[in-house]
């Protein structure tokens, strides 16, 4: 990092007071060499219900509706941050890559103009006014480290020049691989993401790197909440982060058996719950609730606590995951609230992996509906259904045509009705039945891109009425959505379990139904959710949306 960067202001070592994203107000201390060297910060108050929201006239990016559990509508004014002069900054990162045990070293993270260093890479755009943004800075750190000054910070990054250094102290605790993540947010929408790893080894030397992950974006407003979930394989752990306006939780490490056997039980359950049983409406519900309510108690307690804490508040959760994620998050069932429910009753919940962020405008391209050359019962129906909303396209029914369809990159919609057929501990070979087996294996790396002109919408509407139907947890990270949404899909729609063939094609009747009506995604895909359910199917939580809540499909016929 360069020397002639430096933080704001003489370095005299006197108290800088401001406020820090999760916190009530901050004093910073400058060493002698102008960089920020500490920062003491009081706990921001609980959550409480917010504000109401501003009109337009009092801020030009206020909101103009909300969805939730009352109805409303999404308002993307925050999001087109590009008609405010929208900036791209570099989060640039130095740390050590080698350190020795007991050692303490700093990590400097700035906002930089200029890429510096082979790792460094771009932000997602955000508007900066002439008095400069604040933008907030939260590391996470393995347990090899130790923080001894605040993890959580914030830079004032100026319009036409490089933001002021920030400084965090840490200490090395035991030898062993040890990672940082360091997370840049203006307000609520996540910039990037830099991850740093390091060996912690006797007789180390100090060496430096910089390493960037790409950025995802998350909604914000006082109303949305945003949990980072983040399993990791080789720890066999999973990590979990929440945050809102005014507030970061710090991250929680759980074992990953503690879930995934939970999981996989839960998915038999919700199997043979959607093939029939003999069951009452009343015993399928209780069933449900009882499923959910043991997935919630499995999360970490602050996670539950803030989730608690958030109903009546917060309307839009976006869950923000590995690739590889096998559990059903969406049926956590909250019991110690007013009215106690599932996820989906208190929020709109989405999902989207870590990445690249999603489009607020998709599939203004060709329509395609694919089904095989001998469909299941009611898919002939469904897409006569989806086309009276959206408008005709072409009929697919061998895997070259759908491959041809994705080549050609002119896609805007690819709606899927037919067999899903799994193959489990073997997710590219699982496949949808069409003249020859689709399988995932040929929505691979190869097509990285394809979809990228017009950002298409996937549903991938499998039914089944007697035959398994792989689900998203199942498939893993080769699943349907992470294929897609690689190559370039703006959004997808799919399932988390088995699912009735007649509710399915309700769900897809009501969604299109609510994008020809100009809702965004989010709005139409609740809507859609709650016109089928049922006490006694599991199909309507089944669904789960991989996109920005905000987003607008553009491909409908008007």
Same mark, same amino acid.
């Given at each position: 990092?360069?020397?002639?960067?430096?933080?704001?202001?003489?370095?005299?070592?006197?108290?800088?007071?401001?406020?820090?994203?999760?916190?009530?107000?901050?004093?910073?201390?400058?060493?002698?060499?102008?960089?920020?060297?500490?920062?003491?910060?009081?706990?921001?108050?609980?959550?409480?219900?917010?504000?109401?929201?501003?009109?337009?006239?009092?801020?030009?990016?206020?909101?103009?509706?909300?969805?939730?559990?009352?109805?409303?509508?999404?308002?993307?004014?925050?999001?087109?941050?590009?008609?405010?002069?929208?900036?791209?900054?570099?989060?640039?990162?130095?740390?050590?890559?080698?350190?020795?045990?007991?050692?303490?070293?700093?990590?400097?993270?700035?906002? #930089? +103009?200029?890429? @510096?260093?082979?790792?460094?890479?771009? &932000?997602?755009? /955000?508007? *900066?006014?002439?008095? =400069?943004?604040?933008?907030?800075?939260?590391?996470?750190?393995?347990?090899?480290?130790?923080?001894?000054?605040?993890?959580?910070?914030?830079?004032?990054?100026?319009?036409?020049?490089?933001?002021?250094?920030?400084?965090?102290?840490?200490?090395?605790?035991?030898?062993?691989?040890?990672?940082?993540?360091?997370?840049?947010?203006?307000?609520?929408?996540?910039?990037?993401?830099?991850?740093?790893?390091?060996?912690?080894?006797?007789?180390?030397?100090?060496?430096?790197?910089?390493?960037?992950?790409?950025?995802?974006?998350?909604?914000?407003?006082?109303?949305?909440? #945003? +949990?980072?979930? @983040?399993?990791?394989?080789?720890?066999? &752990?999973?990590? /979990?982060? *929440?945050?809102?306006? =005014?507030?970061?939780?710090?991250?929680?490490?759980?074992?990953?058996?503690?879930?995934?056997?939970?999981?996989?039980?839960?998915?038999?359950?919700?199997?043979?719950?959607?093939?029939?049983?003999?069951?009452?409406?009343?015993?399928?519900?209780?069933?449900?609730?009882?499923?959910?309510?043991?997935?919630?108690?499995?999360?970490?307690?602050?996670?539950?606590?803030?989730?608690?804490?958030?109903?009546?508040?917060?309307?839009?959760?976006?869950?923000?995951?590995?690739?590889?994620?096998?559990?059903?998050?969406?049926?956590?069932?909250?019991?110690?609230?007013?009215?106690?429910?599932?996820?989906?009753?208190?929020?709109?919940?989405?999902?989207?992996?870590?990445?690249?962020?999603?489009?607020?405008?998709?599939?203004?391209?060709?329509?395609?509906?694919?089904?095989?050359?001998?469909?299941?019962?009611?898919?002939?129906?469904?897409?006569?259904?989806?086309?009276?909303?959206?408008?005709?396209?072409?009929?697919?029914?061998?895997?070259?045509?759908?491959?041809?369809?994705?080549?050609?990159?002119?896609?805007?919609?690819?709606?899927?009705?037919?067999?899903?057929?799994?193959?489990?501990?073997?997710?590219?070979?699982?496949?949808?039945?069409?003249?020859?087996?689709?399988?995932?294996?040929?929505?691979?790396?190869?097509?990285?891109?394809?979809?990228?002109?017009?950002?298409?919408?996937?549903?991938?509407?499998?039914?089944?009425?007697?035959?398994?139907?792989?689900?998203?947890?199942?498939?893993?990270?080769?699943?349907?959505?992470?294929?897609?949404?690689?190559?370039?899909?703006?959004?997808?729609?799919?399932?988390?379990?088995?699912?009735?063939?007649?509710?399915?094609?309700?769900?897809?009747?009501?969604?299109?139904?609510?994008?020809?009506?100009?809702?965004?995604?989010?709005?139409?895909?609740?809507?859609?959710?709650?016109?089928?359910?049922?006490?006694?199917?599991?199909?309507?939580?089944?669904?789960?949306?991989?996109?920005?809540?905000?987003?607008?499909?553009?491909?409908?016929?008007?």
């Amino acid at each position: 990092m360069s020397g002639a960067a430096r933080a704001g202001g003489p370095p005299d070592g006197k108290p800088r007071e401001g406020s820090v994203h999760g916190y009530a107000r901050e004093v910073r201390r400058l060493d002698a060499a102008g960089w920020v060297v500490d920062v003491v910060a009081e706990p921001a108050p609980p959550i409480a219900a917010p504000a109401p929201a501003p009109s337009v006239a009092d801020h030009p990016a206020a909101l103009t509706g909300a969805v939730g559990a009352g109805g409303g509508d999404f308002s993307d004014a925050d999001d087109h941050d590009a008609a405010a002069g929208a900036q791209s900054r570099h989060l640039t990162v130095d740390a050590p890559t080698r350190v020795p045990p007991r050692a303490a070293f700093a990590v400097h993270v700035q906002f #930089t +103009l200029a890429a @510096r260093g082979a790792h460094c890479e771009p &932000t997602r755009g /955000f508007a *900066i006014p002439e008095q =400069g943004r604040w933008v907030s800075v939260d590391l996470s750190l393995t347990d090899h480290l130790a923080a001894t000054s605040t993890t959580t910070a914030r830079a004032r990054v100026p319009r036409d020049a490089d933001s002021d250094p920030l400084r965090f102290e840490l200490v090395a605790m035991r030898e062993g691989e040890a990672g940082i993540d360091i997370k840049a947010f203006a307000d609520q929408q996540f910039l990037g993401a830099v991850h740093v790893t390091m060996t912690v080894q006797a007789g180390a030397q100090g060496t430096r790197q910089r390493v960037a992950v790409p950025s995802t974006i998350t909604p914000g407003d006082a109303r949305a909440l #945003t +949990l980072e979930i @983040r399993l990791d394989e080789r720890r066999e &752990t999973y990590e /979990f982060q *929440i945050r809102g306006e =005014g507030y970061t939780e710090k991250p929680v490490r759980v074992p990953f058996a503690h879930l995934d056997l939970a999981a996989r039980g839960l998915q038999q359950q919700l199997d043979e719950l959607a093939r029939g049983t003999r069951y009452s409406e009343l015993a399928v519900q209780t069933i449900l609730a009882n499923q959910g309510a043991d997935l919630h108690a499995r999360l970490p307690r602050a996670v539950q606590a803030r989730l608690t804490q958030s109903v009546g508040a917060a309307e839009r959760l976006s869950i923000v995951l590995s690739d590889n994620d096998p559990v059903p998050w969406e049926l956590a069932y909250l019991t110690d609230v007013p009215a106690p429910g599932f996820l989906s009753d208190h929020f709109l919940v989405t999902r989207w992996p870590y990445g690249a962020g999603p489009p607020l405008e998709l599939g203004a391209g060709e329509r395609c509906y694919v089904l095989p050359p001998d469909p299941p019962s009611a898919a002939s129906r469904e897409i006569a259904q989806v086309e009276s909303h959206v408008g005709n396209g072409q009929r697919l029914h061998t895997v070259d045509e759908v491959l041809r369809e994705l080549a050609s990159r002119r896609a805007g919609l690819m709606h899927f009705a037919a067999h899903n057929v799994p193959q489990f501990g073997r997710p590219a070979a699982s496949s949808i039945m069409l003249d020859q087996p689709f399988t995932q294996a040929l929505v691979g790396r190869t097509l990285e891109g394809a979809l990228d002109a017009c950002r298409p919408l996937v549903f991938v509407n499998a039914c089944s009425s007697n035959t398994p139907t792989p689900t998203l947890a199942d498939t893993g990270a080769e699943g349907w959505a992470t294929r897609f949404l690689r190559v370039g899909a703006g959004a997808f729609v799919g399932t988390l379990w088995e699912i009735r063939d007649a509710a399915a094609a309700r769900f897809a009747d009501a969604f299109y139904a609510g994008l020809v009506a100009a809702q965004p995604l989010g709005a139409a895909f609740r809507d859609a959710r709650a016109a089928i359910r049922s006490q006694g199917d599991p199909t309507w939580l089944a669904y789960t949306l991989y996109a920005h809540p905000s987003a607008r499909y553009l491909g409908v016929d008007r």
